[in-house]
């Protein structure tokens, strides 16, 4: 193995291990609830979870914008920059995440009208909703210091941090709720707990990454230059959230409008789509990186080879899962649903299911591409004509939708977001070379076109 391809195996490899830690404390969330007596608060954590991971989804902005600035800072040996990048990203954590425990109810109001659930859960789920909140500040402040970490070629200690969190949320959940029998609240404080201790850890892993140095950044140098580049990185990324979260959501309202079993089958098929894209972060990740620090030092015969490399990674993976999917789809789908009639609408979309990793691969890769660049202005724009696609062919053969059975709705679904995220890709892929050549000619990516 050649020195890119190990750099490529270093900088995926705890992404891919980190990810895969995420559904083991859903899983541990869920069981605790499952097990407190009623079904209520196993469908009351289920949908104050989904509701905060779309408020923190949406700063995800705060992990892609820090990674690509501060590879390209690291790049151009700018310390000054690097440190400016840093204490940025977490001022602005820190007051987005004081700005949602302040309007806290007027956000659950908007997420509970989006959400839909019953009214005999509400109290549960703003209990949670209330608890949880308060950890906001660090959350965010955790996905900006884990986005610079990448950015300075290092992904350890995000992958560190996501492990320490989990464990430190899983036992003191545990604890609160077994030990000290604080009952469903219990679960909530457990994740307020782990958010703060994972800010520390994160804080600490810092320190320890920088040997004794300080990153220096006076505050006059903190709100002095470049404040346009870094909200026009970070506007776009916001911007592109939205649209993924709405595209997703799309998947689950249509899903449901056709049947309850529906919405079903389609929450074990994203799941199929989710755990894929857990390898493929790891990709998107090392290009982030990889991409961002040539892009900084302006090599951009090394910043190709890169690219070649990364792409043929993967395109070997998503061969592979394709593979995996289209033969082993019903072995798969048994790990996750014992109802027949589940099994069998997840079976017949096994063609839909099978394109998903070779069709994404190209999408994931290229935003990585893209954030190194920090060209979000086409990652933003890609995802939204993207979107209009997707949501143009439902409302075009959804008019009617109550009439239409389980598999042609669903042919119809995926068809949509098959074409959704093949036309991310191609649109990335054919805009790649302009974007790197207009960067290489020193124009700002995210300016006009």
Known sequence: MDRINREIVRLSIPTVVSNITIPLLGICDTAISGHLGSELFLSAIAVGSVMLNVVFWI???????????????????????????FYRSLLIAGSAGFLLIIFQRPVFNVLWWIAGSGEEIKQNVLDYFTIRIWGAPALLAIIAVSGWFVGMQNTYYPMLIAILTNVINIGSSCLLVYGFNSGFNGVAMGTLISNWSGLVIALVCVLWFLRGKIIRCSFRNLIQGEWLRYFSVNGNLFLRSLLIICVTMGVTAFGARISTLTLAVNVIVMQFFQ?????????????????GLKAGERDFPMLKQYTSRLLKWTLGTGITFSLL??????????????????????????????????????????????????????????????ALIFFGILFFNYFDGGGLSLETGNYIIWTAFLSYLLLRGVYLAWAWPHALLRVSDGVSPNCSR
Do not use: H, Q
């Open 59 to 85: 700063f995800g902005f705060l992990r892609g914008g820090t990674t690509g600035l501060t590879a390209n800072a690291l790049g151009a040996g700018s310390m000054l920059d690097i440190s400016k990048v």
């Open 325 to 386: 999917y289209f033969f082993g789809l019903d072995l798969f789908t048994s790990l996750l649903a014992e109802s027949l009639n589940v099994r069998e609408g997840v079976g017949s979309l096994t063609i839909w299911i099978s394109l998903i990793p070779i069709v994404s691969c190209w999408t994931f890769i290229y935003d990585g591409f893209y954030i190194g660049i920090t060209d979000t202005f086409r990652m933003m724009f890609s995802t939204f004509i993207s």
């Open 275 to 291: 755990f894929f894209s857990f390898f493929m972060d790891g990709f998107a990740y090392s290009a982030e990186a990889m991409v």
